[in-house]
């Protein structure tokens, strides 16, 4: 057996034991007749706009990423909207950095807060996860602090 294929398999093995674990239940395929397409520009691109990036997905439970983890658990965000929420967040977070105003500067740890929750979303597991959703629980009571004045 060649080094490619022990490599496919054991990274299909990890999402199926990935799958069993967290007790996935995929859904079944329909049966269609094997068709060929008429034409080869058919099998080429998706009708109807751009071919999607394979970077950009929602991960399910057993998927992996470029680095060969496997997901135990699914995104909530697609990657490109996580991305919007997170540039907004930044903006966000440097305009209450620049300022003194104490309820800008709430909203700035709200908004960071956001942020790590969108960062959390993209890892794989609930363990990897966890540091930022502290983090972001700490960052929305330090903002609830400034917005009720104790700060």
Same mark, same amino acid.
């Given at each position: ?90 903006? *966000?977070? &440097?305009?209450?950095? $620049? ?6 500067? !709430? /909203? #700035?740890? +709200? ?21 930022? *959703?502290? &983090?972001?629980?700490? $960052? ?6 400034? !917005? /009720? #004045?104790? +700060?």
């Amino acid at each position: 057996m060649a080094r490619k294929d022990r490599e496919r398999a054991r990274k299909r093995h990890a999402i199926e034991r990935a799958r069993r674990e967290s007790g996935f239940e995929p859904a079944p395929k329909e049966e269609r007749p094997a068709a060929k397409p008429a034409t080869r520009t058919a099998t080429r691109r998706p009708a109807g706009g751009r071919p999607e990036s394979p970077l950009l997905h929602k991960a399910k439970v057993g998927d992996v990423d470029r680095k060969g983890r496997v997901f135990e658990r699914p995104m909530l965000l697609h990657p490109k909207i996580a991305l919007y929420i997170y540039f907004l967040v930044l903006g *966000i977070g &440097l305009v209450s950095l $620049l300022r003194r105003d104490p309820t800008l500067q !709430a /909203v #700035g740890y +709200g908004a960071f807060a956001l942020g790590m929750l969108v960062i959390a979303d993209s890892k794989t597991t609930w363990l990897r996860a966890l540091p930022f *959703i502290v &983090l972001s629980a700490a $960052l929305a009571a330090g903002a609830v602090a400034l !917005a /009720v #004045g104790l +700060g």
